[in-house]
């Protein structure tokens, strides 16, 4: 089954233990420390919107990004309800297209682990190049090779609740670097009855360095990697990281 189709009903169910608002001031104060405040932002891999939306409440000019239709779906219903002009596109991370240039690019909640080539990572990374103005700034997170080591890798984990139920393995490969999530869903329809729903992810666990490498490859300039929601140096034991890098190669237009 293709990823997030039955789950895209029960995504933000399950991820109610994200503070999405944190994270998005977090994400903002990086953003004004480098002088953006307002304009064009790309949500790459937006899943059902909930940064999207915090950023356009937050005043920035919004496009999300996600190979999920499904999850795009429940995002513009969101769209709906708040009445932001936000545009959403259903693309690939690696082949994304978009209009013209933005001033920075997010990539939040691990989405950078889903792409388990490295080659597409370093694809990805030169669209961001290409898509961002001159000295645009691209943040993302991802999770480390310790989360998935010590926090993921072998375990299982359930919960149940009145209108769906979860279980979901995991198993990771420390020689392919590849944690594999089974998922068995419970969903229940509008009769009461409950649907079966199996999915499985995969990520990949990168180093700090061959990620540092992979950035500078696409052409970007490596600016920062900080334990996340902090401005300290990765520990051996961060879960979290997240990466700041900028646009490298255009040159900014002068003013006659």
């Known amino acids: 089954m293709e990823a997030y189709t039955g789950f895209a009903e029960?995504?933000?169910?399950?991820?109610?233990?994200?503070?999405?608002?944190?994270?998005c001031d977090y994400v903002i104060g990086i953003l004004k420390e480098h002088q953006i405040e307002d304009g064009l932002i790309l949500d790459l891999g937006c899943g059902t919107g909930s940064m999207t939306e915090l950023l356009a409440q937050a005043g920035y000019d919004m496009t999300g990004i996600d190979m999920s239709e499904d999850m795009l779906n429940i995002a513009m219903k969101k769209r709906e309800q708040s009445g932001h002009d936000i545009l959403y596109l259903c693309?690939?991370?690696?082949?994304?297209?978009?209009?013209g240039t933005v001033r920075a690019i997010?990539?939040?909640?691990?989405?950078?682990?889903y792409v388990t080539e490295k080659e597409d990572v370093?694809?990805?990374?030169?669209?961001?190049?290409?898509?961002?103005?001159?000295?645009?700034?691209?943040?993302?997170?991802?999770?480390?090779?310790?989360?998935?080591?010590?926090?993921?890798?072998e375990h299982t984990f359930a919960e149940n609740r009145e209108e769906c139920s979860f279980i979901w393995e995991n198993l990771y490969d420390d020689e392919e670097k590849i944690n594999e999530y089974a998922?068995?869903?419970?969903?229940?329809?509008?009769?009461?009855?409950?649907?079966?729903?199996?999915?499985?992810?995969?990520?990949?666990a990168y180093?700090?360095?061959?990620?540092?490498?992979?950035?500078?490859?696409?052409?970007?300039?490596f600016l920062a990697v900080y334990d996340?929601?902090?401005?300290?140096?990765?520990r051996p034991d961060s879960d979290r990281?997240?990466?700041?890098?900028?646009?490298?190669?255009?040159?900014?237009?002068?003013?006659?």
């Open 91 to 99: 693309q690939e991370m690696q082949e994304f297209e978009l209009y």
């Open 122 to 153: 370093i694809q990805t990374f030169r669209l961001v190049n290409n898509y961002l103005d001159p000295k645009g700034l691209f943040i993302f997170d991802m999770n480390t090779p310790y989360k998935f080591k010590e926090q993921l890798g």
């Open 10 to 23: 029960v995504y933000d169910t399950f991820m109610d233990n994200i503070d999405y608002p944190s994270w």
């Open 228 to 234: 996340a929601f902090t401005k300290n140096a990765p």
């Open 183 to 204: 998922l068995t869903l419970f969903v229940r329809d509008e009769d009461g009855r409950y649907e079966k729903y199996e999915e499985f992810h995969y990520q990949r």
């Open 241 to 256: 990281v997240y990466f700041i890098a900028r646009e490298c190669g255009k040159e900014i237009e002068k003013n006659e």
């Open 207 to 221: 180093e700090i360095e061959e990620m540092k490498e992979m950035i500078q490859m696409a052409g970007l300039e």
């Open 106 to 113: 997010v990539s939040i909640c691990d989405c950078i682990n």
